[in-house]
T-cell receptor
Framework: AQRVTQPEKLLSVFKGAPVELKCNYS??????LFWYVQYSRQRLQLLLR??SRESIKGFTADLNKGETSFHLKKPFAQEEDSAMYYC????????????FGQGTRLTINP | KAGVTQTPRYLIKTRGQQVTLSCSPI?????VSWYQQTPGQGLQFLFE???????NKGNFPGRFSGRQFSNSRSEMNVSTLELGDSALYLC????????????FGQGTRLTVV
């Protein structure tokens, strides 16, 4: 069965501190992993995907197939990072059918 | 480029009624997916349409159905509404090809009373 687990519903850190949002998955194949973000009053939008290996807004995420994890990290949190973050997976090339985690609400304190 | 547009933004319906939600994808996108978002279950995949055909389906009862038109616009229908159908319904469109991105609409908030 396909499943995405985000163990933290809420995460609060101070501005300038490192941030790590955890994501574990189960999938019987080669998944594609994504992080989506929803800022206040905005629509859900793609933050990054493992295949692109990019750093977006200072965030990075590494796919660890051995630990079936795709944790999102940022070395120095900014107040504008406060948002809801969702980890999601799909089959290769299949952004049309996403399995989402429950989401983590990240709050950056000044 | 206009984003994904969902109408209406808010709906209040009574138990037992039916409802139709609409989604206009980004121009050129032929795939439209629907998701249900609730506080308890989170974001759950309903179904996906591509070129007017349902290509993927999630684990929802048959009361939930959809269709796609030749211009790629999609509608989702829920019949015999139940209180538990109250949710935010999100639509996403994507282009064809490998490693595509899903672009989401702002959603339709359905309240069943």
């Amino acid at each position: 069965a396909q499943r995405v687990t985000q163990p933290e519903k809420l995460l609060s850190v101070f501005k300038g501190a490192p941030v790590e949002l955890k994501c574990n998955y189960s999938y019987s194949g080669s998944p594609e992993l994504f992080w989506y973000v929803q800022y206040s009053r905005q629509r859900l939008q793609l933050l990054l995907r493992h295949i692109s290996r990019e750093s977006i807004k200072g965030f990075t995420a590494d796919l660890n197939k051995g630990e079936t994890s795709f944790h999102l990290k940022k070395p120095f949190a900014q107040e504008e990072d406060s948002a809801m973050y969702y980890c999601a997976l799909s089959g290769i090339g299949g952004a049309q059918k996403l399995v989402f985690g429950q989401g983590t609400r990240l709050t950056i304190n000044p | 480029k206009a984003g994904v547009t969902q109408t209406p933004r808010y709906l209040i319906k009574t138990r037992g009624q039916q409802v139709t939600l609409s989604c206009s994808p980004i121009s050129g996108h032929r795939s439209v997916s629907w998701y249900q978002q609730t506080p308890g279950q989170g974001l759950q995949f309903l179904f996906e349409y591509f070129s007017e055909t349902q290509r993927n389906k999630g684990n929802f009862p048959g009361r939930f159905s959809g269709r796609q038109f030749s211009n790629s616009r999609s509608e989702m229908n829920v019949s015999t509404l139940e209180l538990g159908d109250s949710a935010l319904y999100l639509c996403a469109s994507s282009s064809t090809g490998v490693y595509t991105e899903a672009f989401f609409g702002q959603g339709t908030r359905l309240t069943v009373v």
